[in-house]
Structure formats: structure tokens, C-alpha cells
């Protein structure tokens, strides 16, 4: 594992680039650039390329807030529901 190879992180298949390599108590730990923290390397594996989607902090962040505003309207125009007519039922 070097600087600027593109590696994924198997538990969440989160794909970086690394930026920083660094060792502490024995182990090694690499940096990747799409969530800037620090994964242990026995869970990386080279990725190709294509996997690879540069993204800033700025796009990312942009997207969040647009989420978040998509959200808040789904709240405004939701309907209230009132559920003192509906019975539980099923088994247990």
C-alpha cells in the first residue's frame, strides 16, 4: 500500500485514494481522500480505477444540504396520521 494507489475498504466497500500511510502500535493504517480517515490496511484491497469517483468536500456537502432540504419538505407536506383506529394484530 502506497500513496496514490486507489484501494477499497471491504466491510463498507468505500473506495479511496491513499494519501498518508502511517504505523502505530504495530499496525498499518492508510489514509483515504473520499472519507479523509484512517483504515486499517489488512482490510484494504486494490480497487480499479473505475470504482474510483473523485469528490470534494464542497460536493458532498452540497449534496447533504440538498438532501436535507428534500427532506424538510417531505416533513411540510406530509399529511399527519392519526392511528387510534388501527389494532395490532399478528402472532407472538
Not at 477499497?8 to 492508510?30: H, Q
Request: with cysteine; glycine share 6%.
Amino acid at each position: 500500500m502506497k500513496i496514490g494507489d486507489i484501494c477499497k475498504y471491504l466491510p463498507t466497500s468505500t473506495v479511496g485514494k491513499v494519501t498518508d500511510v502511517r504505523e502505530r502500535d504495530g499496525k498499518i493504517w492508510a489514509l483515504l481522500d473520499f472519507t479523509k480517515l484512517y483504515y486499517d490496511v489488512s482490510f484494504l484491497i486494490p480497487a480499479d480505477e473505475s470504482e474510483y469517483k473523485a469528490e470534494s468536500y464542497k460536493e458532498r456537502e452540497r449534496d447533504r444540504e440538498s438532501k436535507m432540504r428534500s427532506v424538510k419538505e417531505f416533513e411540510e407536506t406530509a399529511e399527519e396520521v392519526n392511528i387510534d383506529m388501527f389494532m395490532p394484530s399478528g402472532g407472538g
